[in-house]
């Protein structure tokens, strides 16, 4: 029987959102392991921790396990409570599940994964890089939907320097020029074409008391994000 230690993990949002509960995934690993032949010597768990990076506690002590000898595999119920990302999974399949020995291995509940098999492996790469590509295709939609609204003078977040905020006709939030801010920006432009450095064009606005969006004094990098989005 192979030593597996399980990593069972859940955020904030899975458990108030989605039901991922650690009880569940507890249940599926220890299921998994009776069904084919594990041995579980460890279910070890990360609560309310995102999958955005892999410095996690749980996850750390599951592959010091590996490292020590003391397992020779790691069970998860789905591949997106070990990570989301396709660099991090590149990262922990080179160094903790090399292909060479094909231990560790890597086994996933939901998605059928056995990296102890060229075809285990095959499966994981591409499920992950289909993640990675639907993701990414969100931020773009997300991305193109908000300069849209821009462009039409619909308001996302609170408004930027040389804007404010006002209510439509048609009662919906809209942007329009605000002449004093616009002039601060066309200064702001005027110095830097002048060669002059963020924090100089900082210094001159502060001195001549021109104000900013919020209050409060300028700062070269106040600046830098205005020259740059003008």
Known sequence: MIRTV???????????????SLAAQREKVELYAKL???ELVAVIEDAGV?????????????LAMLKAGEADALLVTKLDRLTRSVKDLGHLI???FPADTGKPALLSVSDQIDTRTAGGRLVLNVLMSVAQWEREAI??????????MRANGRVVGRPTMG????????????LVANETEQSIIARILALRAD?????RIADT????????????TWAAMTVRGIARRA
């Open 6 to 20: 399980a990593y069972v993990r859940v955020s904030s949002t899975d458990q108030s959102e989605n039901g991922h």
């Open 36 to 38: 084919h032949g594990v």
């Open 50 to 62: 995102s999958a955005k990076t892999l410095d996690r506690p749980g996850l750390q002590r599951a």
């Open 94 to 96: 080179e160094s903790c």
């Open 139 to 148: 931020a773009e939609r997300t991305k193109d939907t908000m300069r849209s």
């Open 163 to 174: 804007f404010d905020e006002v209510e439509g006709a048609d009662g919906k939030r809209m």
């Open 195 to 199: 060669g002059m450095s963020y924090q």
């Open 205 to 216: 606005l502060n001195a001549e008391k021109a104000p900013t969006k919020r209050g409060g």
